[in-house]
């Protein structure tokens, strides 16, 4: 592996693997690193340039009953860091989370100067390893901290809790019921994976421009009407059942990507009808 190589550590999910299909498109060298391979952290990073942390144990779901789970995350993330001690020459790109970690801005969209003040564990953990990066970019190293908002598109999987535009697909294709937990008007913002994807190899070819960024739309839709236009990409009705709201859910965040569409000189192109269409069309359920 030549030195200019990336290292995806927690390479192997929906977003990992959309990242290692484009870089080795592109003809860059990729080595993947799943939480059980960690030893090999210490021989791999010196033959790469670059290191993007996407591993999580949990989703904010998991862990809100069981906060201890996040324990795992902040282990990982430490060690990494202590791997990358006496290395400023390789750029660490941290996948935190957009959607957790302002709880419910004051106001929207919301940018990366708000207050933090997440409502779940999982948020918590996102801060917590946010922190220690942040640290570790004190000490001159080279260090990202990206912010998504939720990403979808085609080869994304079913995971309980996770990703409500596949979930939604899903149960569209099988009739099954979704459950809605309160009203359904929480807002989140959508990020196709291919606009996720440009704006991550953008940021891997330019580690001058490291810093804290939002990644997301910049467009909130609520779970009612993401519902609404599933069925009508897909044709099929969806049956819902409500069950009572979660005191660890967001009531709304849209993420200001302003500050990385300026330094990227990169803007979100497919708008979420465009990028639901396109899931449901490249997959076999149609």
């Not at 080795?24 to 080595?31: A, F, H, K, L, N």
């Not at 708008?271 to 639901?276: A, C, D, F, I, S």
Request: charged share 20%; glycine share 10%; with cysteine.
């Amino acid at each position: 592996m030549s030195r200019d190589g990336v290292l995806l550590l927690g390479g192997t999910g929906f977003i990992g693997q959309a990242l290692v299909t484009r870089l080795r498109q592109r003809g860059t060298e990729v080595e993947v690193v799943s939480r059980k391979e960690v030893p090999k952290l210490h021989e791999l990073l010196p033959l790469n340039s670059t290191v993007i942390h996407l591993a999580s144990a949990t989703t904010p779901g998991t862990s809100s009953a069981q906060p201890a789970l996040e324990q795992v995350n902040l282990n990982l993330t430490c060690h990494l860091l202590q791997c990358l001690q006496g290395r400023p020459d390789i750029h660490l790109i941290y996948f935190s989370s957009g959607g957790t970690v302002y709880g419910d801005p004051a106001q929207l969209p919301v940018g990366e100067d708000a207050p933090l003040a997440p409502l779940s564990p999982y948020g918590v953990a996102k801060v917590a390893q946010e922190n220690s990066c942040r640290a570790l970019r004190a000490h001159g190293h080279a260090v990202t901290i990206l912010r998504p908002s939720n990403a979808y598109g085609p080869g994304q999987t079913i995971k309980s809790g996770f990703g409500l535009v596949r979930t939604l697909l899903e149960h569209a294709r099988l009739g099954t019921t979704l459950e809605i937990w309160g009203s359904g008007g929480n807002v989140r913002d959508y990020i196709y994976i291919d606009d996720l994807v440009d704006a991550t190899l953008r940021l891997v070819d330019m580690p001058q421009r490291c810093g804290t960024y939002n990644l997301g739309s910049g467009v909130g839709h609520n779970v009612n009407q993401v519902k609404r236009l599933v069925e009508q990409v897909t044709g099929l009705p969806i049956k819902t059942v409500h069950r009572p709201a979660r005191v660890t859910d967001v009531r709304a965040v849209v993420l200001d990507s302003t500050k990385l569409c300026e330094r990227l000189v990169w803007r979100p192109s497919v708008e979420l009808m465009q990028g639901v269409e396109r899931t449901w069309s490249t997959s076999h359920w149609s």
